[in-house]
């Protein structure tokens, strides 16, 4: 079989005054190159060069894509928690106001949860546009995941008694004059 540059002078496609320059310069090339240098090919280092950006590239959208499962498994995990443990607003009549972001929004509850709402005993948090009330506990586990996702949540006094408060079974009457 002959060389491709015997193949191409029989056909026609190049002449010999050509493919003499051309021997004489590969020549030239390989006399100029010191001893001992392996000759680098263009062709292969291009080669190289783009499988490694090619690389990077795919390692950083595998990265994008890992982050944004990330995210989604981590919203699945705060509307779950809210889901379970949301208080029923249902029999809510006193309105109870809060600010998200720079609006001020409105929620109906009932006169216990106003009283816990405002002592940080429950939270309100946000649920796509909705917003559901929920303890303070389970507002915690979701500001570990997301703070964003908890709207309103005041802090909780530390001469509240709570739920160990001793005088919890005693009433105050209406009528007590001090």
């Known amino acids: 079989m002959a ?73 699945a995990q705060i509307r779950q928690l809210i889901e379970t443990n949301r208080l029923d607003r249902s029999r809510g009549e006193t309105s109870y106001q809060f600010v998200d972001g720079k609006k001020i929004k409105k929620i109906l509850v009932d006169d216990t949860m106003v009283d816990q709402l405002s002592r940080g005993r429950l939270a309100i948090v946000a649920i796509g546009d909705n917003y559901e009330v929920v303890p303070d506990k389970v507002a915690r586990k979701i500001m570990e995941r997301d703070e964003t996702a908890v709207t309103s949540m005041h802090d ?7 739920e160990d408060d001793p005088y919890a079974g005693y009433e105050i009457p209406d009528d007590l004059m001090w």
């Open 3 to 75: 060389s491709l540059q015997e193949q191409l002078l029989k056909a026609g496609l190049a002449d010999e005054k050509k493919a003499k320059s051309i021997r004489n310069e590969k020549r030239k090339q390989r006399k100029q190159q010191p001893k001992g240098a392996v000759q680098v090919n263009e062709a292969e280092e291009r080669a190289r060069q783009a499988r490694l950006e090619k690389a990077e590239r795919d390692r950083q959208l595998n990265l994008e894509r890992q982050k944004e499962a990330e995210k989604k498994a981590i919203q």
């Open 156 to 162: 909780r006094k530390q001469d509240d008694a709570g």
